[in-house]
C-alpha cells in the first residue's frame, strides 16, 4: 500500500466534503468513513461483478473499523438504472432500519453510484452517502459532483436527485482490474478536463500518458487533477443553473447521440467513446464554424486515438447512424433549453466555451459531411 | 370573487415563495402562475374525485393565461403514494416534454401534493412546482414546507424529497366542497399551530371556531396565520436539521401510532383525527409528567372537543389498539433518533418543545392507563 494519498475538497458550503485518491484505500474505508462519520451504520450497494471482485475487502474493513452493515448485490449493467432497482435499494436500506445519519455506501462503478446515490437521495428525505468508485470513469466523473438517478423509457438519467457524498473513496489500485478498453473509455473524461480548461494538465497528459495507463503516481495525480477540475466546476454551479458546469458536457451532446444512435449497446460503442468522437467532433466543428485552429483540433484528436480512443463515427462498428438520427437525438438532449441547440464548442486547446443558439442547419451540414467522408 | 386574498412569504433565500390565500383563486391560477413564471409550460397532476369538482376551473384559467400544459388525473386515496403511481406520474411529464424550467402543479389534497411535489423533484433532477391545494389539511400544512414523498411497504412517507414549490395558491372557496369531517380533520391542525407556540392565535381560534367553519375573512386569516407559522418553523429549519421542524410534530408520534395500530383505515381515523387525539395524549402526557397545568391540558382538549374533533383513544370505531402495538409504531417513527425515544410535549397552551429521551417505560405507563381508563 502506498502512503501517497491526494485529497481534492469539493467546497460546498455545509454539503463541503472529501475525495481520497490512493493505492490500497479499499483496504483503508472502513477507518476513514469511521473518522469522518463517527458511529454510523451502512448498506453497501454494489453489483454481482465488483462484489466478487472487492466486496470481501470492503467488508473487512468496515467489520475492522466497527460498522455495522447491509450489503445489496444488484445484476450489473445500465439496465439496473431503473425503478424496480431503486425501489430494491431503498427497501433494502429501509428494512435494515438505517436512519437519516446513517449511510448508504455505493461500491462500483457509474451504475451503481448514481442508483445507490439516488436512493441514498429519497430515504427518509435524504441520507448520508459515500462512493468507492471502482472504474476510472466513476473516480475522475460520476461519483464528484452529486448527480445521481436512473433511466426512463424516454432517456437515460431523466430522473434523480441532486445528493452530494460525504466522502468519496477513490482506490487506484483497484483499476488494474479493469479491461483495457474500460479504462481507456475513462481516460477520455481525463483527457475532457484538459481539453475544457486546463491546457497545461493536457500537455502533461500528452507527456506521460503511458504512466497514467501503468498505474502509480501519475495515475494517482491524473484522477487527482481530474477531480479538483470537476470540483472547482461543481463548486461554481452545483445543480446546473449557472451555465458553468455545461462546460463538463464537452463532447456529450454528440456523444449522447451517439449512444441513443447505437442503442447503448456497449458492444459498439460504450460512454467514454461517444465522449471521445463527442470531443472530436465539437473541435472540428468549431474549426469549421472559423472558431479554433485546425492545428489545436488536430492535437486533441491525435491525443484521444494514441490512447486508443474512437475520433470518427466510422469507427463505431455496425451501420451508421443517420444525420436525422442524430438530430433527433440532440433535439431530445436535456441540454435543449427552450428549443435552441447548446453545444460545448472551443477556441483551442483548454480554451472551451457554452455556444447557445447554435444554428440547427449547421449542425445537420457538418453531420452529413462528417457522415460522407467515413 | 373576493379581492381580500393574503400573501404569506416563505423565506427560504433563492428557494423563497409566496402563498396566496383567498376566495376564488382558482379561477385567478393561470393569471398568478404566469405572471411569476413567465413563459412555463406544465402539467396537472389531479385525482379522480378533485377531477370532477375543480379540473375544469383551473384548466380554464390556465388556458385563458396561455399556458400549455398537460393533464394527468390519478385514482383518488393514500395507496396511490406509491412507486407505479410517481412513476406514472415522472413519465407522463417527460412525455409532455417539459424542461426543468416548466412547472408541475398539484391540484388536490396533501396525497396529491405529496406524489406530485416527489415527482417534480426528480424529473430532470428538479424541476417548478405549483401547489393548488383543495383539502384544509394541504391548505394549512402539507403544501407548504417542501416536504414529499411516497408510502413503502415498511411506513409512511419513507421515501420523498425536500423539494420546495415555486407558488401555492390556497382557494379557501373550493373548502366549501369538503364533507365536515373533512374540514375538521384539517382543523386540528390549525389549532396545532396556536398550541405549539402561539397562544395568541389559539385563543383567537376558541372565539371564532365557528366563523372559521363557516367560510369567510375568519377562515382566510385562520388559514394565513396556520401557514405564516408553518413558513416561520421551515425557514429556521429547512430540512428538519436543526430540530425546531420537529415541533411541527406536536401529536403526530402518538396520533401516527394510532393511524398504523388502525392500518390506516379511514372509515375508523383520518390523519387529523390521529393528531387530535395525540395532541390531546401530548398534553395528559405532560401533566403527568409534571410538566403543564391540567387546566391547560383540559383546555385544550375543550376545543379539540368542540370542533368535533376526537381526544381520547377510546373514540376510535373498533378493536382498541393494544399497548405493545403502539410502543412498536412508536420504536419504528422516523423521529426516533438513534434509538432514544422524542416526543413533543408542552408547558402549556402554546408552549410546546422538543422532549429528547423521552423514558420508554413512562410512555408505555401511560398509554396502559388511558385504555384502561377507556
Tied chains: 1, 2.
Excluded at 423509457?153 to 430522473?159: A, D, E, F
Aim: hydrophobic fraction near 45%; charge should be negative; aromatic fraction near 4%.
Amino acid at each position: 500500500m502506498s502512503s501517497n494519498v491526494e485529497t481534492v475538497r469539493v467546497e460546498l458550503g455545509d454539503r463541503s466534503y472529501d475525495i481520497l485518491i490512493g493505492e490500497g484505500l479499499l483496504d483503508r474505508a472502513g477507518a476513514e468513513i469511521a473518522a469522518r462519520l463517527p458511529g454510523i451504520r451502512a448498506a453497501v450497494v454494489t453489483d454481482e461483478t465488483v462484489a466478487g471482485l472487492h466486496l470481501p475487502k470492503l467488508q473487512a474493513s468496515l467489520r475492522a473499523a466497527g460498522i455495522d452493515h447491509a450489503t445489496v448485490v444488484l445484476p450489473p449493467g445500465e439496465t439496473t438504472k431503473s425503478y424496480s432497482h431503486l425501489q430494491t435499494v431503498a427497501e433494502a436500506v429501509i428494512e435494515a432500519r438505517l436512519e437519516r445519519g446513517d449511510a448508504v455506501i455505493a461500491l462500483g462503478g457509474g451504475v451503481v453510484g448514481d442508483l445507490a446515490g439516488f436512493a441514498a437521495g429519497i430515504v427518509r428525505r435524504g441520507m448520508r452517502f459515500v462512493q468507492v468508485p471502482t472504474t476510472l470513469l466513476a473516480q475522475v466523473d460520476s461519483s464528484v459532483g452529486g448527480k445521481t438517478g436512473i433511466n426512463s423509457p424516454q432517456g437515460k438519467n431523466l430522473v434523480g436527485v441532486f445528493h452530494q457524498p460525504a466522502l468519496v473513496l477513490a482506490d487506484t489500485g483497484v483499476l488494474d482490474t479493469l479491461v483495457d478498453r474500460e479504462f481507456r473509455a475513462g481516460y477520455a473524461e481525463v483527457a475532457k478536463y484538459g481539453l475544457i480548461d486546463r491546457p497545461d494538465f493536457f500537455e502533461w497528459l500528452e507527456a506521460n500518458r503511458t504512466h497514467v495507463f501503468a498505474g502509480g503516481p501519475a495515475r494517482i495525480r491524473a484522477i487527482a487533477e481530474s477531480c479538483r477540475a470537476k470540483a472547482a466546476v461543481v463548486a461554481a454551479d452545483e445543480r446546473e443553473e449557472a451555465g458553468a458546469r455545461a462546460l463538463l458536457n464537452l463532447g456529450h451532446t454528440f456523444g449522447h447521440a451517439l449512444e441513443k444512435a447505437v442503442r447503448y449497446d456497449p458492444a459498439r460503442l460504450v460512454h467514454g467513446e461517444g465522449v471521445s468522437i463527442g470531443m472530436a467532433l465539437a473541435h472540428r466543428f468549431s474549426v469549421r464554424e472559423g472558431l479554433c485552429s485546425g492545428q489545436d483540433a488536430g492535437r486533441a484528436e491525435a491525443h484521444l486515438k494514441a490512447a486508443g480512443l474512437p475520433t470518427r463515427i466510422s469507427e463505431i462498428p455496425g451501420p451508421q447512424p443517420t444525420v436525422p438520427d442524430l438530430m433527433a437525438a440532440i433535439g431530445q438532449d436535456k441540454k435543449v433549453s427552450r428549443g435552441r441547440l447548446t453545444f460545448i464548442l472551443t477556441h483551442g486547446i483548454g480554451q472551451s466555451f457554452v455556444a447557445r443558439d447554435v444554428e440547427r442547419q449547421a449542425v445537420e451540414r457538418f453531420l452529413a459531411d462528417e457522415l460522407a467522408e467515413g
